[in-house]
């Protein structure tokens, strides 16, 4: 569902942040689709 709006800089740049954190040091190989949900999902 579309939340008609979208997003500052700054509110992505947290995502990359976290990439960035030891937190994250299990992650490996992700895609993050970052559109506000704009684009449907195929529900994976």
């Known amino acids: 569902m579309p939340l008609n709006c ?3 800089p700054e509110q992505v740049a947290h ?3 976290w990439f960035t954190n030891e937190e994250s040091t299990h992650v490996c190989g992700q895609t993050m689709l970052i559109d506000g949900g704009h684009v449907p999902s195929s529900g994976v």
């Open 15 to 17: 995502l990359f942040s």
């Open 6 to 8: 979208y997003l500052k």
